[in-house]
C-alpha cells in the first residue's frame, strides 16, 4: 500500500498484509525457524542475495515483515526493523550506528534501562554519554563534542511527561553531523510523527501501546533504507529479533492501535482535570492540560496528551502509597499502554536505584504517582482513586 494514499486507520488496519495461496483474511502466523528451497540453486541464490525471499526467521520471517511494514507506513519511515523488545531496539540502533571513542548526548528523562545501557553496558565499550535536560534545547549544543555520533531522547517522558522539542533538537544534532533517535513510545505513530520533525531514527517498544493489552514483548527502529542497513546487520548476526507470534499478536493490536490512543488520550484529559480539583493533588502533570509547562508545544508535535498522567501530592510517601494502597480496581504496576489502568510510585519502583539527590534533582518526589490510564470509564478510575486521596 502506497503510504500517501491513505489514511493512518486504514494503514493501521491494512498496511503490509500480504497473503498466500489458501486466501486466510487475518494475517497468516508462520511458526516456522527455516524456510525449504525448491533447489540447491534457488538456496546459493537466496543466500548470496541474488533471489529476494525468506532463509531462516532470525534473518526474515513473513508474519515479521508484516508487522514491520505495517508500522513502517504508519510512522512514514522507508524501512522498519523488527525486535524482540524495546531495549534491544535501543541496543541495536546503539551497535549499528556508535564504536569505541564516540560521544552520545541523551535526555535525562529517559526510560530507566536506558540509562543503564548508556552508562553501563556501552560504556564498558568506550563510548561515553553525557546526560542533558529534556527540555532545554541549549543544553543539547553545549553538550556537542566532535565526536558525537547520537542524539537520544524520549518525549513524553517518563513519569514527568516532559516534552522535548523534537525539531529544535534535530536541527542541533544535524549541525553537528550526529543522528537523532526518538523513542516514540508514549505517543506512538498515530499522536506524533517523529521523522516528519526531523529525526533521524524512531524506537519503538511494542511491548505497550502497539500490544495494547499487555501480552508479548517486543520492539522496532525505523528510519530510511540506508540507516536501518546496520541496524539489520547486527540482528541478523546477533538474533535479538521478534518472533512470529508476538508479531502476530502486535498486527492485531495495530488495528486498534488509532481508537485506543484517541480513548487513552480523552479518558487521561478527563481524569488529570479532575486531578487538579482534588484538594489533596499539589500538582497535575499532563501535556494535555494548559498548566503543563509545555502544553504550546505539546500540542504542536502530538495530536493529543496521551495516555500518561502524574500528580504530585501534596504529602509525599506515605501518602503516596496510601492513594495506591486505597485502589481495589486499578493495577499497582509499572507497565503501561494497556487497556487496564497502572498506576505506579516512581521513586520506590522504577527510579529507586536513582540516589535521592538526583531524584530530587529529576522532579520525581516522594508524593509523585504515575498513572498510565486505561480504557475503564473515567468515573471508576476517580472513585478507585477517591478513596486514597480523601
Ligand atoms: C518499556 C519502555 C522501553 C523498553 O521496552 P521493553 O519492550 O520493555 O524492552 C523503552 N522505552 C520506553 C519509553 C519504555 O516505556
Redesign the pocket.
Known amino acids: 500500500m502506497s503510504e500517501s494514499q491513505y489514511q493512518l486507520e486504514t494503514l493501521a488496519v491494512r498496511a503490509g498484509t500480504s497473503r498466500t495461496e489458501f486466501g486466510e483474511h487475518s494475517e497468516a502466523l508462520f511458526l516456522t525457524s527455516s524456510f525449504v528451497f525448491e533447489s540447491a540453486e534457488q538456496a546459493a541464490k537466496r543466500f548470496i542475495g541474488e533471489e529476494p525471499g525468506n532463509i531462516y526467521s532470525r534473518f526474515t520471517n513473513p508474519t515479521v515483515t508484516m508487522f514491520e511494514q505495517r508500522l513502517a507506513a504508519l510512522e512514514g519511515a522507508e524501512q522498519c526493523v523488527a525486535t524482540a ?4 531496539a ?1 541496543l541495536s540502533t546503539c551497535m549499528a550506528f556508535l564504536k569505541a571513542g564516540d560521544h552520545v548526548i541523551a535526555s535525562q528523562s529517559i ?1 530507566g ?2 540509562v543503564n545501557l548508556f552508562n553501563n553496558v556501552l560504556k564498558k565499550f568506550g563510548v561515553e554519554t553525557t546526560f542533558v535536560s529534556a527540555t532545554d534545547v541549549a543544553e543539547w549544543q553545549k553538550a556537542v563534542r566532535p565526536n558525537t555520533k547520537l542524539f537520544f531522547l ?1 518525549t513524553p517522558s ?1 513519569p514527568l511527561t516532559e516534552i522535548s522539542d523534537i525539531a529544535g533538537i534535530a536541527a542541533v544534532a544535524k549541525s553537528c553531523g550526529a543522528l537523532l533517535a526518538v ?1 516514540n ?2 505517543c506512538t505513530p498515530i499522536l506524533q510523527r517523529p521523522l516528519e520533525l526531523g529525526a533521524d531514527i524512531i ?1 519503538h ?4 501501546y502497539l500490544d495494547g493489552q499487555g501480552r508479548v ?3 522496532a527502529v525505523l528510519g530510511s533504507k540506508k540507516l536501518m542497513e546496520p541496524v539489520y546487520g547486527f540482528l541478523r548476526t546477533t538474533g535479538p529479533t521478534m518472533s512470529a507470534f508476538n508479531a502476530w499478536v502486535f498486527l492485531k493490536g495495530i488495528e486498534t492501535l488509532k481508537l485506543r490512543m484517541e480513548a487513552h488520550s480523552a479518558n487521561a484529559l478527563q481524569l488529570a482535570q479532575w486531578l487538579e480539583q482534588q484538594p489533596n493533588v499539589k500538582r497535575v502533570l499532563y501535556p494535555g492540560l494548559p498548566s503543563h509547562p509545555q502544553h504550546a508545544l505539546a500540542m504542536k508535535q502530538q495530536k493529543t496528551g496521551g495516555g500518561i498522567v502524574a500528580f504530585e501530592l501534596k504529602g509525599g510517601k506515605v501518602e503516596a502509597w496510601r492513594v495506591i494502597d486505597n485502589t481495589q480496581m486499578l493495577s499497582i504496576t509499572a507497565n ?1 499502554g494497556d487497556t487496564k489502568t497502572t498506576i505506579t510510585h516512581p521513586a520506590t519502583t522504577t527510579h529507586a536505584r536513582i540516589s535521592p539527590e538526583a531524584r530530587a534533582a529529576a522532579g520525581i518526589s516522594d508524593g509523585l504517582i504515575r498513572i498510565a490510564v486505561g480504557l475503564e470509564a473515567v468515573v471508576d478510575i476517580q472513585n478507585d482513586l477517591a478513596r486514597g486521596l480523601a
Open positions: 523488545s524495546g531495549m534491544s535501543i526510560f534501562s536506558t524520549e517518563n523513542d513510545c508514549f524506537i517498544s511494542a511491548t505497550k514483548l517486543g520492539g503501561l
